[in-house]
């Protein structure tokens, strides 16, 4: 079992960054693939990056790819997405989201999802 805490959300003026962090609890989180997804008003919710648990391998969105990091520490549980240059089209609520395995793109493929974080981008 996997609980996930989403935090560092808030409003940015478009080029400004962000830093979300999920904390997660439960001793198998090493063993998890960790995704970021987002779900802006009236859209289907969309995969923005993951990170393998092994390699630590990572996985974009192309509309984030070059923008966006995301990063993992497994020592301290928690998973970060670090946002740069922001666009307004990034405003959403933000989702952290963990499967045992492979990563997947696929928001239906992960068990744990935490409760979301909003972010907002003025232009």
């Known amino acids: 079992q996997v609980q996930l805490v989403e935090s560092g959300g808030g409003l940015v003026q478009a080029g400004g960054s962000l830093k979300l962090s999920c904390a997660a609890s439960?001793?198998?989180?090493?063993?998890?693939?960790m995704g970021w997804f987002r779900q802006a008003p009236g859209k289907e919710r969309e995969f923005v990056a993951a990170i393998t648990w092994g390699f630590g391998n990572t996985y974009y969105a192309n509309s984030v790819k070059g923008r966006f990091t995301i990063s993992r520490d497994n020592a301290k549980n928690t998973v970060h997405l670090q946002m740069n240059s922001l666009k307004p089209e990034d405003t959403a609520v933000y989702y952290c989201?963990?499967?045992?395995?492979?990563?997947?793109?696929?928001?239906?493929?992960?068990?744990?999802w935490g409760q979301g974080t909003q972010v907002t981008v003025s232009s």
């Open positions: 439960g001793r198998t989180f090493s063993s998890y693939a």
């Open positions: 989201a963990g499967k045992p395995g492979s990563y997947s793109n696929y928001a239906g493929g992960y068990n744990y």
